[in-house]
């Protein structure tokens, strides 16, 4: 089975309460559904266009495992707590 990735890069941290909120539970609600995390933070080295804030990378056994990780309900209430607080782009990836 092909594995796949969520990635997520932060462009923008608008509320740090609500992303430190977001964080307590997002984690352990993807971990729940199977995710392993690769990397998280901030030290990023940029080579080509601008540089984000922050990136995570999170692996999953196949592509439906990582939309169901992203559909959970554990996961939707972590959300709800970050709401209008970061300006980010998430996406699913299958790997090779």
Do not use: W
């Amino acid at each position: 089975m092909t594995k796949a990735y969520i990635i997520a890069v932060y462009n923008e941290i608008h509320d740090l309460e609500k992303l430190k909120a977001y964080a307590v539970d997002a984690r352990p609600a993807m971990e729940a559904n199977g995710a392993q995390f690769l990397a998280r933070g901030t030290k990023i080295i940029s080579k080509e266009g601008n540089t984000p804030l922050r990136a995570v990378i999170s692996e999953f056994e196949s592509l439906e495992a990582a939309q169901k990780a992203y559909d959970s309900e554990e996961y939707k209430a972590a959300c709800a707590k970050l709401h209008g607080g970061v300006d980010r782009q998430m996406f699913i990836l299958e790997g090779l």
